[in-house]
């Protein structure tokens, strides 16, 4: 197409027409009041399609023609600034992005992206919980919540300040135990002094009554404890060293009796008794402190013993059976002669009978247990019978047993 303008004027497009502006007035600011100006005119718009007006201008104007400058191109995401740099546009804020409500808008350079926050991951284009307790986040308890998660312990452990680890509690520094205290792990245990058991409570402790374990824990008595027990032994008796056992006080020996300086002090388990000294009935005389004797040569000693020996000895009650307890045997012998031992009174109960155990000797045997405190007077004979010199006689022992109340 031919140019609108000719020579040195430029062309300046207008809406429904033109103007032709000399070129050095193009730099310039152009209004349309602006005096420096001419009036222009404008192309008929009857005139022919190659008809042209050629406006004249006062040959005092220096003609000059605006400058335009093009702006910069910038990429989509971005926006032009007046330095002829391009900014990035933050769609986010400008709320220009497509990410669903579930998500959050990020801006990039020249972009945005759509992601979760913490605790959602994206599924299928929406933001969904993560369940972290599912991928063992805590060491112990989870509890999963929206777009988190909790932990805690279990009882005996402390959450540490990482929130998901724990620590074992020492449960023993708050003395939770009456006695003693052992700390486990997530826990402790209780445990009790000698003598002592755990309550059922799990932290006390009872008093342990050793007394009734067994009947025989002591020889006699048993008496209970706080966290023990002891034995206690009957009057006679005093508590040996094991101190379980009883052991009997010889009362003879250790002088705490009631004997007079004449009588004579027997001891025997658990107590003692003052033997008053020997009075032979006539018409027996004492020929020792514990014998009678009748002679021959007097008459009225016929079909009397020839002697009586007076013998002590004790015995314990409830004393197993049987048990051979005393020895008799004759101290003389005569050639020819035989001897016969017999228990001549006394022994109403059947306990005791006489086992001969030679031709001289017999044992005494208590066949039957006894239970005391008692004592027993027994009369044993030997009977001497000598057919050569048709000679028959006899000897008496007088046996007294004393039969303990305890049976040690």
Not at 286 to 295: E, F
Request: charged content about 15%; some cysteine.
């Amino acid at each position: 197409m031919p140019r609108a303008c000719q020579g040195e004027m430029r062309c300046v497009n207008q809406i429904g027409g033109y103007r032709c502006i000399p070129i050095g007035l193009y730099d310039r600011p152009y209004s349309p009041n602006s005096p420096i100006l001419p009036e222009l005119s404008y192309p008929d718009s009857t005139g022919g399609a190659g008809d042209t007006f050629q406006p004249v201008l006062p040959r005092s104007v220096e003609p000059s023609y605006p400058r335009v400058s093009r702006p910069p191109l910038c990429t989509l995401g971005y926006t032009p600034a007046e330095d002829g740099t391009c900014n990035d546009i933050d769609e986010c804020e400008t709320n220009s992005h497509h990410c669903n409500p579930t998500q959050v808008c990020i801006n990039t350079a020249g972009g945005y992206t759509c992601s979760c926050t913490e605790g959602y991951w994206l599924i299928g284009g929406q933001c969904q919980d993560i369940d972290e307790c599912r991928y063992g986040y805590c060491q112990q308890l989870c509890a999963n919540t929206l777009g988190s998660y909790s932990c805690s312990c279990n009882p005996g452990f402390l959450l540490n300040p990482d929130s998901r680890t724990c620590q074992d509690v020492d449960e023993c520094e708050e003395e939770p135990c009456t006695h003693g205290c052992f700390n486990t792990y997530g826990s402790f245990m209780c445990n009790c002094d000698e003598g002592f058991e755990l309550a059922s409570d799990g932290t006390s402790c009872i008093d342990l009554d050793e007394c009734s374990f067994s009947e025989f824990l002591c020889q006699h008595r048993c008496v209970n404890t706080p966290g023990s027990f002891t034995c206690i032994c009957p009057p006679g008796y005093y508590l040996y060293e094991d101190g379980r056992n009883c052991e009997d006080i010889n009362e003879c020996d250790t002088g705490n009796n009631t004997c007079t300086s004449e009588q004579v002090c027997f001891n025997f388990q658990g107590g003692f008794t003052c033997l008053d000294p020997l009075q032979c009935q006539l018409p027996y005389i004492a020929v020792s402190d514990n014998q009678c004797m009748c002679s021959a040569e007097n008459p009225a000693c016929r079909n009397r013993p020839f002697t009586i020996l007076y013998r002590h000895m004790d015995l314990s009650s409830g004393r197993s059976v049987p048990a051979d307890i005393f020895q008799m045997q004759a101290t003389t012998r005569y050639p020819g002669a035989f001897y016969i031992f017999q228990i001549k009174s006394g022994n109403d109960g059947r306990e005791f009978y006489m086992r001969q155990t030679s031709n001289v000797s017999a044992t005494l045997v208590l066949a039957r247990p006894i239970k005391g405190p008692k004592h027993v007077v027994l009369e044993l004979e030997m009977v001497t019978v000598n057919n050569v010199i048709n000679f028959r006689g006899s000897s008496i022992i007088q046996l007294t047993i004393f039969v303990s109340e305890h049976p040690f």
